[in-house]
């Protein structure tokens, strides 16, 4: 089994190849929103950098959110091209799982709340409880379950976020992503609650490429290209500011 995640959910643009014994490589580059010029490069970086073909990937996984319009959008239509191209399947990974099982797998024991910047004064987030803690497997992926969700992935304004960790009442909660480092200083004031830093900012590739194996060994099976879909939790930003020409408003700033 080798597994070619692309990962372009957020400001970081990245690949990795997985096969069943773990990582075999990975790459990214982050602080530029350039995914479409960024991705080509990095896919035939780390195919060379695993000494694998293309021919002989097995499957394709992508993030699929939520985080940025334009990200995604690359991403999926990347993934579903080579999977199209090669005859294999997608795997798709949200985000907020992708960074949950980085931050498992770093040894953070309890509950963590992924949290991606969706732009416009909003987050998105959602709450992993730790796989299994029986199963040391279940950390890394190694054959184990990724996180286990205790709150859905959902759109919240910073102070809604905050008290929700806060109604957790003072539980140690590992924050993590992007979004929480953008509102570090509200999240990290809810008693409890500890913001992550730089090396759990973006959904990490390896991560994902670890994840998408472990689910297939796990058995789930990779689908068709045409079944994966973005995750995006909210309009287009053209679309919101249609809307709110229509309606008499102003357009704001984009967020993808």
């Known amino acids: 089994m080798i597994v070619l995640a692309i990962e372009t959910a957020t400001e970081l643009v990245g690949a990795a ?9 990975a790459v990214w580059a982050t602080g530029r929103r350039r995914h479409a010029e960024t991705l080509a490069p990095a896919l035939a970086a780390v195919l060379e950098l695993a000494g694998a073909s293309l021919h002989q990937v097995t499957a394709v996984a992508v993030d699929v959110g939520p985080g940025l319009f334009t990200g995604l959008r690359v991403g999926v239509a990347t993934a579903k091209a080579l999977a199209q191209g090669t005859g294999v399947g997608l795997v ?32 998105f987030a959602a709450f992993y409880d730790r ?28 102070d809604e976020l905050a ?12 924050a993590v992503g992007d979004g929480a480092r953008r509102h570090r200083a509200l999240l990290a004031g809810v008693e409890g609650v500890t ?36 995750l995006y939790l909210r309009d287009a930003d053209v679309r919101i500011g249609w809307a709110r020409r229509d309606d008499g408003g102003g357009t704001g700033p984009g967020a993808g």
């Open 17 to 25: 190849v997985a096969d069943e014994h773990g990582t075999r490589a």
């Open 92 to 123: 798709g990974v949200p985000s907020l799982e992708v960074l949950a099982h980085a931050a498992f797998e770093g040894g953070w024991p309890g509950t963590v709340v992924a949290v991606v910047d969706a732009r416009r004064g909003e987050v």
């Open 131 to 158: 796989p299994g803690a029986e199963d040391a497997s279940a950390a890394t992926g190694a054959g184990g379950e990724g996180p286990r969700p205790a709150l859905p992935p959902r759109r919240y304004r910073p």
């Open 195 to 230: 913001v992550a830093g730089p090396a759990l900012g973006e959904p990490p590739p390896a991560s994902l490429a670890v994840l998408a194996t472990c689910r297939l060994a796990g058995g789930e099976a990779a689908v068709a290209p045409a079944a994966v879909e973005p």
């Open 163 to 174: 008290a929700e960790l806060a109604a957790r009442g003072g539980r140690p909660l590992l």
